[in-house]
């Protein structure tokens, strides 16, 4: 089955600081979806990706779909400490079973 | 607000006991899914339904049951409760069954069995 690779698999920063993150998959998708998962809280839906090289934002969040179709990239700029959670990735393709597949997440803290 | 309510939150079972989690969804989702968070482990896939009168198994059913009883509402069910299930379990649904416009989750239940 599709297995997606999500690093880093935590990351601890001072406030301020720039944060990257990516997934890699064995298989081709064709949608990339990105959320963040709040302390007590199920995910929430911050970006989605549509196209092979697709480059979109939603505030200091930005996200791209990787050309190969692959891998998809999570930048956060100047981080703040509201940015705490868990991200993470999500793939499907039209295709398949249908069934999506999420990464195992990216914990992030950011001290003030 | 429109989303997907899950009940209970909280739930502590004794082993052997049975329960069923509630989820209900009133956005006209067509496909509804149950997973699994434990940590480190990500998300994982208990059972989904595609669309109203059909279900299907996921990465790790065993366990489980689940009901579509109509195009809102998805159950989860536990016959009969191992600590091995001690989890957070969240509903999601979304409007086709390719997940291309994402998954609205619920904000979970956290079920303890001792």
């Known amino acids: 089955g599709q297995q997606l690779n999500q690093s880093p698999q935590s990351m601890f920063i001072q406030e301020g600081e720039d944060v990257s993150m990516n997934c890699t998959s064995s298989s081709i998708f064709n949608t990339w979806l990105w959320y963040k998962q709040d302390p007590g809280e199920g995910p929430v839906l911050l970006i989605a990706?549509?196209?092979?090289?697709e480059l979109t934002s939603n505030g200091r969040l930005t996200a791209q779909f990787g050309i190969t179709r692959k891998d998809s990239f999570l930048n956060i700029s100047a981080s703040i400490p509201s940015d705490v959670g868990i991200y993470f990735c999500a793939g499907s393709s039209s295709g398949g079973s249908y069934i999506p597949t999420f990464g195992r997440g990216t914990s992030l803290i950011v001290h003030p | 607000n429109a989303g997907v309510t899950q009940t209970p939150k909280f739930q502590v079972l004794k082993t052997g006991q049975s329960m069923t989690l509630q989820c209900a969804q009133d956005m006209n989702h067509n496909s509804m899914y149950w997973y699994r968070q434990d940590p480190g482990m990500g998300l994982r896939l208990i059972y989904y339904s595609a669309s109203e009168g059909t279900t299907d198994k996921g990465e790790v059913p065993n366990g489980y049951n689940v009901s579509r009883l109509n195009k809102r509402e998805f159950s989860l069910r536990l016959e009969s409760a191992a600590p091995s299930q001690t989890s957070v379990y969240f509903c999601?649904?979304?409007?086709?069954?390719?997940?291309?416009?994402?998954?609205?989750f619920g904000s979970g239940t956290r079920l303890t069995v001792v």
């Open positions: 990706l549509y196209k092979a090289g």
């Open positions: 999601a649904s979304t409007i086709t069954p390719s997940g291309r416009y994402g998954y609205t």
